[in-house]
């Protein structure tokens, strides 16, 4: 059974420092991960899809990486802003090239002025 | 742009109602997802379906059922409501079955359960 795990659980930081969220997930034949964004009381968001055979995707100041053999995917957030305020999710495909994903429990993430 | 709408964002409901929550998808997806969310627990699948009139049963299933008569609309149908219903459920829905395509999610709706 797929587990996703996502470390750490919060972060408080202040403006401009660069951050490393990170996520794990115990069977590596996935076909892609996808990394999402919620705020308060909202729906998730995507913000970066990584198939299987990349090992990084970028968007802004955004930029996902992706190491199938070692079950592990960082999002690293860049010159961060208090709009980034929010929590972030990971998923992976619960086994081999299944459409239903598994959900990390998400990093909330507060960056002050 | 990908578009998936929840019908309410705000819901009240008493213990013992019939409650229906729609969603609606403008992508031609093929698959749609109802999920609950509640603090400490992260997302549990309740229902998906891969096609339209077809069903399948997530985790957390009972005290739910679901109805898709159109490939657009998938309906969670609470058929009586409890207090241990109050959550926040989201829709998603996704293009085909090879696992290799991104999940789209509506605003959600916050159900209270009086």
């Known amino acids: 059974k797929q587990e996703v795990t996502q470390i750490p659980a919060a972060l408080s930081v202040p403006e401009g420092e660069n951050l490393v969220l990170n996520c794990s997930f115990t069977d590596s034949a996935i076909y892609n991960l996808q990394w999402f964004r919620q705020d308060p009381g909202k729906g998730l968001t995507s913000l970066l899809l990584i198939q299987s055979s990349q090992r990084e995707q970028t968007s802004g100041r955004l930029n996902a990486s992706l190491d199938k053999s070692s079950g592990r995917s960082t999002l690293y957030i860049a010159a961060s802003q208090p709009g980034d305020s929010a929590t972030y999710l990971c998923?992976?495909?619960?086994?081999?090239?299944?459409?239903?994903?598994?959900f990390g429990r998400g990093t909330s993430l507060i960056v002050h002025p | 742009d990908v578009k998936v709408t929840q019908s309410s964002r705000y819901l009240v409901k008493r213990t013992g109602e019939k409650v229906f929550l729609e969603c609606v998808q403008d992508?031609?997806?093929?698959?749609m997802f109802w999920y609950r969310q509640d603090p400490g627990l992260g997302l549990r699948l309740i229902y998906f379906s891969y096609d339209v009139k077809m069903k399948e049963k997530g985790d957390i299933p009972e005290g739910y059922s679901v109805s898709r008569e159109k490939k657009e609309r998938f309906s969670l149908i609470l058929e009586s409501a409890s207090t241990n219903q109050t959550s926040m459920y989201l829709c998603?829905?996704?293009?085909?079955?090879?696992?290799?395509?991104?999940?789209?999610f509506g605003d959600g709706t916050r159900l209270s359960i009086l």
């Open positions: 992508m031609d997806h093929e698959n």
């Open positions: 998923a992976v495909p619960r086994s081999g090239g299944s459409y239903i994903p598994t």
């Open positions: 998603a829905s996704s293009l085909g079955f090879r696992g290799n395509q991104p999940q789209h």
